[in-house]
């Protein structure tokens, strides 16, 4: 019982879908991450939000109809600019039904304020990710939280200690590394983290510091998905 009590489940519950298969979209938001999916029993999880409220509008003004502004979950992986200030107006804009974060660190900058200010005022209930909850999305699909462990890493900081996401349907899956580095790919292979995947949505936007030859055996991807923005120093 204590080993069940420990596993965070979600079922969400919608209408049934009219297309009622797994789609992942890697939005265009330019430097940065913005992840819209949408699982065969039709919720909606967006992962990230991009560096700009416009950069995230635009992008899902292109994949969701202009009628329909509901978002089942939105998942902030860590409170870098680049994943988090599009999601300050995803709050404001859309009908979002819940929230996952990281454990709330040492930030305490505007943008992250904001972040918890439209929390609050959207009456949005935010939960903390920790390694081992999961997420049932219906018609076979999971959302697993690989990482962070319930105790931060000692000595990293937020990138290292983000949220890493599974997505699996069947023999598909998807990893999604956040911006993980060095230090918390090591922690995950060490502890023999389940990250064979399909599809590797690369750590950090490609920098040199993520995605280790070690990392890369053990999730063994047949594609990977780089997020990055034109003419950047990656």
Known sequence: MAALASVFVWLLVLGPSTEGR??????????????????PAGHRILVDGGPSGEAISEALG?????WDRHLDLVVLTHPDLDHLAGLVTVLER?????????????????????WREALEREHVPADEAVAGEWIDLGGGAWLSVLHPPP??????????????LKLSLGEASFLLAAD??????????NRHADLRATVLKVAHHGSAGSTSPDFLAAAQPLAAVVSVGRDNAY
């Not at 292109?62 to 202009?66: G, S």
């Not at 105790?151 to 890493?164: F, H, K, Q």
């Open 22 to 39: 797994l789609t992942v979209t890697f939005l265009d938001v330019g430097q940065g991450d913005a992840i819209l999916i949408r699982s």
């Open 62 to 66: 292109r994949q969701l109809p202009f």
């Open 94 to 114: 859309y009908d979002v039904d819940r929230a996952l974060a990281p454990p709330a660190g040492d930030d305490d900058g505007p943008t992250y304020r904001a």
């Open 151 to 164: 105790e931060p890493l000692v000595g990293a900081d937020e990138d290292e200690n983000g949220v890493v």
């Open 180 to 189: 993980l580095g060095a230090k918390g790919e090591t922690y995950l292979t």
